[in-house]
């Protein structure tokens, strides 16, 4: 377990969650971008085991940046398994607000503080968007952004989220909401999927979401993570959800009739 220590600094404990994989280019400069704009902040690096030693190189910075922990994981499990075991990890050493984000600087850092200070504030997520007003996208494709805000339309739309940026990965969670409202560890899905379903369960739990609009940059070092497979995973997932839905729906009118 990661030995995360609980902050001087604020009464809340915080813990930004940063998935890795081969980010060794970027690893370092995120880690002390985040103790420049939020130091109150814990770190946890979850790292699947990346061969270019990123983990290695997050670890070294324990002693310098402080409250900064790796937590290694034996192979390339997916994007959603990454996040649920940071996150039981930081739960699990005391913090009250889960911060997830991207290693490579997609996700800038400035933004850490208004997150969670939406979150200290009674919502129990606040989602760092691209698509509400102020939010913008940056060095994108043209291709991939129409991707990206029609599969949004599409996500909202068919699950009725009433959110803009259902597949945002910049966000802060309630760890309580997590526990309580989502059971977050038996959500399945990986990559765009992910932030799809943890969005489906706690509107449908009736929890409280603000989109904070942020400015989003595609990555400038390292390789992109993303593939057909994951969008299409996230076009199945929907329906599915969809389903899940109805018979919901249905069950409860029986039961009532």
């Known amino acids: 377990m990661p ?23 970027n690893i370092e400069a995120l880690c002390r971008s985040i103790r420049e704009h939020a130091p109150w902040v814990g770190i946890l690096v979850v790292d699947d085991n990346s061969p270019d030693g990123t983990a290695d190189i997050a670890a070294r910075l324990a002693d310098s940046l402080g409250d900064l922990s790796v937590l290694r994981r034996p192979g390339k499990n997916g994007l959603g398994a990454a996040y649920r075991a940071g996150m039981r990890a930081a739960i699990d050493a005391g913090a009250e607000i889960c911060l997830q984000m991207d290693a490579d600087f997609s996700h800038d850092p400035v933004e850490i503080p208004a997150l969670i200070s939406a979150v200290e504030h009674g919502v129990d997520l606040a989602v760092g968007s691209r698509y509400v007003p102020g939010g913008i996208t940056e060095n994108w494709p043209r291709q991939r952004r129409m991707l990206s805000r029609w599969g949004n339309r599409y996500a909202s739309g068919v699950l009725g989220l009433a ?14 909401s997590l526990d309580d409202k989502m059971h977050f560890e038996t959500v399945g899905a990986d990559g765009y999927g992910f932030q799809i379903e943890m969005t489906h369960r706690l509107v449908r739990a009736g929890g409280k979401i603000v989109e904070i609009p942020i400015t989003f940059r595609d990555r400038t070092l390292g390789q992109s993570k993303m593939s057909k497979n994951i969008v299409r995973e ?13 018979r919901g729906r249905r069950q409860r009118r029986i039961q009532g009739g």
């Not at 009464?11 to 890795?20: G, L």
């Not at 959110?163 to 309580?176: P, Q």
């Not at 996230?234 to 109805?246: H, I, N, T, Y």
């Open 3 to 25: 030995n995360l220590r609980r902050s001087r600094l604020t009464a809340v404990r915080s813990v930004a969650i940063v998935p890795t994989y081969n980010e060794a280019d």
């Open 163 to 176: 959110i803009n940026d259902a597949t945002a990965g910049y966000r802060a969670y309630r760890s309580s």
């Open 234 to 246: 996230a076009l199945v997932l929907v329906l599915k959800l969809w389903v899940d839905d109805r």
